[in-house]
T-cell receptor, first 112, second 114 residues
Framework: KQEVTQIPAALSVPEGENLVLNCSFTDSAIYNLQWFRQDPGKGLTSLLLIQSSQREQTSGRLNASLDKSSGRSTLYIAASQPGDSATYLCAVTQGGSEKLVFGKGTKLTVNP | GAGVSQSPSNKVTEKGKDVELRCDPISGHTALYWYRQSLGQGLEFLIYFQGNSAPDKSGLPSDRFSAERTGGSVSTLTIQRTQQEDSAVYLC????????????FGQGTRLTVV
């Protein structure tokens, strides 16, 4: 059974700092990995989608990497801003399945 | 529409009543998913539709839960005889064609059973 773990569960940083969020998964047979953000009381906003054949994806200040063989992904946020404060979730689509398996998220607080 | 739309945004119901939650996916998306997010818990998969068919309903927690999708578009999640443990945020997502394509989520329906 696929399990997704995100460390740390919570992170607080000063504005302007570069930071890394970690995601690990137990079964490397995935189709893809997706990073989302969730603001309090809101749904999920898709940030980046990495296919299993890709190593990384970039969007603005965000860069996500994927090492499928070791079961790891990182989300790098450059020059963090208070508006980046949210819970960040990673999810994998398991080979042979259509469903996304989620981690429990990292709650990020960026202090002005 | 521009995004995935869910209604109602909030629903309070009495224990034992039936509820229906609605999801309007992004136009043209063939894949549709329902998830549940309980307080302090991760997102739990409920059911997946491809068109009007549900090839994976393995996440439905009991036979009180059912879902349908009509016209390859709108989906309804029905919970019969609601229990307090059904209280959660129910999230719907759609993607262009399922596996390998990006999933987009709605804002969710917060269900409270009192």
């Amino acid at each position: 059974k696929q399990e997704v773990t995100q460390i740390p569960a919570a992170l607080s940083v000063p504005e302007g700092e570069n930071l890394v969020l970690n995601c690990s998964f137990t079964d490397s047979a995935i189709y893809n990995l997706q990073w989302f953000r969730q603001d309090p009381g809101k749904g999920l906003t898709s940030l980046l989608l990495i296919q299993s054949s890709q190593r990384e994806q970039t969007s603005g200040r965000l860069n996500a990497s994927l090492d499928k063989s070791s079961g790891r992904s990182t989300l790098y946020i450059a020059a963090s801003q208070p508006g980046d404060s949210a819970t960040y979730l990673c999810a994998v689509t398991q080979g042979g399945s259509e469903k996304l398996v989620f981690g429990k998220g990292t709650k990020l607080t960026v202090n002005p | 529409g521009a995004g995935v739309s869910q209604s109602p945004s909030n629903k309070v119901t009495e224990k034992g009543k039936d509820v229906e939650l609605r999801c309007d996916p992004i136009s043209g998306h063939t894949a549709l998913y329902w998830y549940r997010q309980s307080l302090g818990q991760g997102l739990e998969f409920l059911i997946y539709f491809q068109g009007n068919s549900a090839p994976d309903k393995s996440g439905l927690p009991s036979d009180r839960f059912s879902a349908e999708r009509t016209g390859g578009s709108v989906s309804t999640l029905t919970i019969q005889r609601t229990q307090q443990e059904d209280s959660a945020v129910y999230l719907c997502a759609s993607s262009p064609s399922g596996v390998g394509t990006e999933a987009f989520f709605g804002q969710g329906t917060r269900l409270t059973v009192v």
